[in-house]
């Protein structure tokens, strides 16, 4: 059972606009929220993280942001840009820490 | 610093096979996952290292899957009489201690192709 879901495969922006990326999670015990991008043939990278003790976090043009009640975290991009285009990863943890669980990926695309 | 290096990148085998992945994580971390990679999914743990020791192997499928790191650095994913169902990317990723603020680095990942 998927425990992080993301449920939109795949999103397509204008370069210059604003890309939000959703992730919902049904396991109560999560309580650290990551975002990671991969590009073809890498591994996913670090991106952002939030803990859930805060409801934002802010980054450059990355925030993510996580509303703890309705299990629902969001990864703001802005202002776009072409080499933003990845498939992006929502992450969880629990407080035992170490294992991450993963939702299956939005795939951005971000046109001139 | 050099990153996660991961050996091979490719590995076609045979159904019933055994193989071996490699990773070497970033010099002085402690900490070393294995996840997996499956067709149209997110990465799925599989096992963390603390040092030599599997501090956590309950994501590894079935006994057929092992994994050692014996002096605490490189680590080696087993996997006998692979089966179709093996095939997916074999991530491996290192943290400076494994605490949950720490980062974990990913490696480019093994694509293992079962026939």
């Known amino acids: 059972d998927q425990q992080v879901k993301q449920n939109s495969p795949s999103l397509s922006v204008q370069e210059g606009r604003i890309s939000i990326l959703n992730c919902d999670y049904t396991?109560?015990?999560?309580?650290?929220f990551l975002w990671y991008k991969k590009y073809p043939a890498e591994g996913p990278t670090f991106l952002i993280s939030?803990?859930?003790?805060?409801d934002k976090n802010e980054d450059g043009r990355f925030t993510v942001f996580l509303n703890k009640s309705a299990k629902h975290l969001s990864l703001h991009i802005v202002p776009s840009q072409p080499g933003d285009s990845a498939v992006y990863f929502c992450?969880?943890?629990?407080?035992?820490?170490?294992?991450?669980?993963f939702g299956k990926g939005t795939s951005l695309l971000v046109t001139p | 610093g050099a990153g996660v290096s991961q050996t091979p990148s490719n590995k076609v085998t045979e159904k019933g096979k055994y193989v071996e992945l490699r990773c070497d994580p970033i010099?002085?971390?402690?900490?070393l996952y294995w996840y997996r990679q499956s067709l149209g999914q997110g990465p799925e743990f599989l096992i963390y290292?603390?040092?030599?020791?599997?501090?956590?192997d309950s994501g590894l499928p079935n006994d057929r899957f092992f994994a050692v790191r014996p002096e605490g650095s490189v680590s080696t994913l087993k996997i006998q009489r692979t089966e179709r169902g093996d095939s997916a990317v074999y991530l491996c990723?290192?943290?400076?201690?494994?605490?949950?603020?720490?980062?974990?680095?990913f490696g480019p990942g093994t694509r293992l192709t079962v026939l």
């Open positions: 290292f603390q040092g030599t020791g599997a501090a956590d």
């Open positions: 010099s002085g971390h402690t900490a």
């Open positions: 992450a969880a943890s629990a407080e035992s820490g170490y294992a991450l669980n």
């Open positions: 990723a290192s943290s400076r201690a494994g605490g949950r603020g720490d980062t974990q680095y």
């Open positions: 396991n109560s015990m999560f309580d650290y």
């Open positions: 939030i803990s859930s003790i805060k």
